[in-house]
Every structure is written in C-alpha cells, then in structure tokens.
C-alpha cells in the first residue's frame, strides 16, 4: 500500500509542477507582450513629440549648458553681455520683467522705492513718519542722511543698499526722497 501511495502523490506533485510552469510560463509571455507593446507605442508617440518640440529641445540645452560664464581682464568678453530676454519689453512682446519707469519726483520714488523699506520698517529701517526713529537722524544733518541715502549704510539695526537698490535713480530724485521722509517725520 504504501509503494501505491508513493506513487500516487509523485504523480500528484508533477502534475501540480507542470500546471503551476505552465502558468508562470504564461504569466512571463504575458509580461514581455506588454512590454513590447509598450515600447512600441512610446516609440510612436514620445520619441516624435521630444524631438519636434522645439521648446523642449531649448530647455535641454538650457540645462545641460556650461554653469556659469565668467568674464576674464584682458579678453574680448562682448560675447558675455547680457541681452534682454524674449517677452521683454525690449524683446517686442508684453511681459512681466518690465523694468519699472522712473519717477518724475521724490515723493513717486519714496512710492515706489523707499516705501517698501521704510513703509513697514524692514530690515531696521525707520518707518516713514515715525517722529521718535527720525529724530537723532535728522539732528545728524541732511548731509549725513543723504550720503547715507546714495552710498547705502550699515547701522546697529540693519542695512541700507545705495539708494534703496534703486541704483538708476539719479542723486537728486534721491535727495528729494530723503526730503520727503523729512518732512514726513517732522
């Protein structure tokens, strides 16, 4: 009986192996199908789209460009300056890096400027109108704050770039903006 047992379940266990290959078997044909039918499609859709797509073409070679350009004493660096971008208002078509127009007088400079600084006191600049923060300030000159205006300044409290990072405005709008944050204190 028991050499009938025996061989019932060998004949069992391969039965039992060659369905269970079968199916792994399927499972993997199965698979790679797939696979080539993907790969086949991408190759009809993507590869097309990435190479006729000229912005895309730009960007890569945007990004894989060299990191930095530096410009050395001595040599021919024409090929460094900086050109205005496309979308520019130098470019021809509306964009958002408009630079912004310069104002006629102080007031529109401390506006447009200086208010962002002195309007909220950031970076320990002392807010527009603030009698008590302008005082020791105006007893120091308009000399001094003017000076300190154009050439920037470095205090206890914070930092001031020349004229405000408004470095195109010329020095008498920004004198006429320290005026006008004088008169604001007073």
Known sequence: MRKKT?????KQDTHFFNVFSLVIGL???????????????ASHTQDLQVLSD????????????????EAIAGRDNSALAIKPAEGTA?????????????????????EQTCNVCHGQGIGGAPKAGDKAAWAARIAEGKA?????????????????????GRLDAPDDLVKQAVDHMVQMAQ
């Open 6 to 10: 025996d061989a019932l379940v060998s």
């Open 27 to 41: 499972l993997v044909a199965v698979a790679v199908g797939l696979f080539a039918l993907a790969r086949i499609v």
């Open 54 to 69: 000229a912005e895309y073409s730009k960007n890569v070679h945007a990004r894989i460009g060299p990191p930095v350009k």
């Open 90 to 110: 130098e470019g021809g078509a509306s964009g958002t890096a408009v630079a912004a127009a310069m104002p006629q007088n102080g007031t529109q400079l401390f």
């Open 144 to 164: 001094i704050l003017y000076e300190h205006a154009l050439k920037g300044f470095q205090g206890k409290a914070g930092v001031m770039p020349p004229k405000g």
